[in-house]
């Protein structure tokens, strides 16, 4: 394994002089003020809010650039104490694909840079870019402005192609490369799981010593397990107490696989049709990626399959209700192809409710197999339907894992992440004024 910094959660050593004070975080093409679940909006906006959050609480300004999506938003909002998001004016407010974004590139990185115009020398001392897009803006702005560029992947093509689901469309040739050049040029890069980073070495052949591993959090305040449990969960949302429900909540797309859990309910119910009387499935999330081609394709599966009586879908929901979604499943289900981490995994056992998931990318790191929920190997339905026969045979048994789960959490507080992340931009941002030195020295030898 390569020499990799792992971070993760512990505590960071004394960053006086090299703390960033102020960092400019891109998030080109989804805005951390929008709904998690639709669109693009999915697990990187929770990541970029909480992150910044508890960043700031450390000391660390942080302004968050994002595309304005639709007309009339105000230029800065101020989303928390010492958190400001400013709307970037790149390309059509709507209808805009995803797949389209990199010709507004130019545009976006010209309302950055204006931005910038406006304050004194020297107001950012990093920048942070997530996902591909904003890592090409961030490398031309710490390039203009003298800083580290510090990038977070989130997804990687070359890894989501190696494992592409049925149906879905191949990440194109021209984002491996910006990916590429993103890796070459960062001063530091951020992986989520030890398992990302070797990726990352794999993949794109990124330097380990400039490869940080810090795990995300868990808002452990808003996901907790709560007095009157499960019972009081379903009460609230209106679901029967004496239910058996396996629950997906996530994006509707094929990379997140929630026809697996419907065609695994389809075996479910071939193998004890009794359970139908007391089988709930709730798919809580919106189309999105390649998914919104055909926004109604898991309506229309549930159809084929027979189990329109049991799946109810419905749509995104704000956190404070996702979580009484998590609290009042038996159990929640995650057939991904890929995920970086899972924080959906995180969420769920955080809130007391263990997890059936895929065991890929991150995923064995935010589920304990055998002890917080199980880890299926592949995606075949059968082998689903199997794990989830325990559940409706045993319902202690959600109880059991339920309450290690919540235990398991508590170890991805938010605010170790942030702490960890500040260590990387500490170790960046002396780097970077140590090798500054350097070469000023030099020129003086030879002016």
């Not at 907790?224 to 429900?245: K, N, V």
Request: aromatic share 6%; hydrophobic share 45%; charged share 20%.
């Amino acid at each position: 394994m390569p020499d990799i910094h792992r971070i993760g959660r512990r505590r960071s050593r004394s960053r006086s002089g090299r703390q960033a004070r102020r960092v400019a975080m891109l998030s080109v093409h989804t805005s951390p003020l929008h709904q998690p679940g639709t669109g693009d909006a999915g697990g990187m906006n929770v990541y970029i809010v909480e992150l910044a959050k508890q960043l700031a609480a450390l000391g660390t300004e942080v302004e968050i650039f994002t595309r304005a999506a639709s007309g009339g938003l105000p230029p800065v909002v101020e989303m928390a104490p010492g958190v400001l998001v400013r709307h970037i004016d790149a390309g059509p407010y709507e209808g805009l694909a995803k797949e389209e974004l990199p010709a507004q590139l130019c545009a976006f990185t010209h309302g950055v840079m204006q931005a910038w115009a406006g304050q004194r020398p020297g107001y950012y001392d990093l920048v942070h870019s997530h996902y591909w897009l904003s890592g090409h803006v961030g490398w031309l702005a710490a390039q203009r402005w003298g800083v580290p560029l510090v990038h977070a992947m989130h997804t990687m093509a070359k890894v989501k192609n190696a494992a592409l689901a049925a149906g879905d469309t191949p990440e194109p040739v021209a984002r491996i490369i910006g990916e590429t050049q993103i890796v070459e040029a960062a001063d530091r890069l951020i992986a989520n799981t030890a398992g990302e980073a070797a990726e990352l070495v794999r993949y794109y052949d990124a330097d380990p010593a400039r490869t940080a591993v810090v795990h995300p959090g868990v808002n452990l305040d808003r996901f907790r397990p709560e007095p009157g449990g499960r019972a009081a969960a379903r009460a609230r949302l209106g679901l029967p107490q004496d239910a058996m429900i396996p629950l997906f909540a996530g994006r509707i797309q094929p990379l997140k696989a929630p026809d697996i859990l419907l065609r695994a309910v389809r075996e479910l119910l071939d193998h004890d049709p009794a359970l139908r009387d007391r089988l709930v499935v709730p798919v809580v999330g919106g189309p999105s990626g390649s998914g919104l081609a055909r926004p109604e394709e898991m309506q229309k599966l549930a159809a084929r399959l027979g189990i329109c009586d049991v799946v109810r879908f419905r749509p995104p929901v704000a956190q404070a209700e996702l979580a009484d979604w998590y609290r009042a499943a038996s159990v929640l289900v995650m057939p991904s192809y890929n995920e970086s981490f899972g924080l959906v995994a995180i969420e769920a056992q955080a809130c007391g409710t263990p997890v059936v998931a895929a065991g890929v990318g991150g995923l064995p790191v935010a589920v304990r197999d055998g002890m917080t929920g199980f880890l299926v190997p592949g995606h075949d339905p059968v082998d689903y339907a199997r794990v989830l026969r325990r559940f409706a045979g045993n319902p202690e048994l959600s109880e059991r894992l339920g309450r290690a789960a919540t235990h398991h959490a508590q170890g991805f507080g938010w605010d170790s992440s942030a702490e960890a992340t500040a260590e990387v931009y500490a170790d960046a941002v002396g780097e970077r004024r140590f090798r500054t030195r350097v070469l000023s020295g030099i020129r003086s030898a030879h002016g």
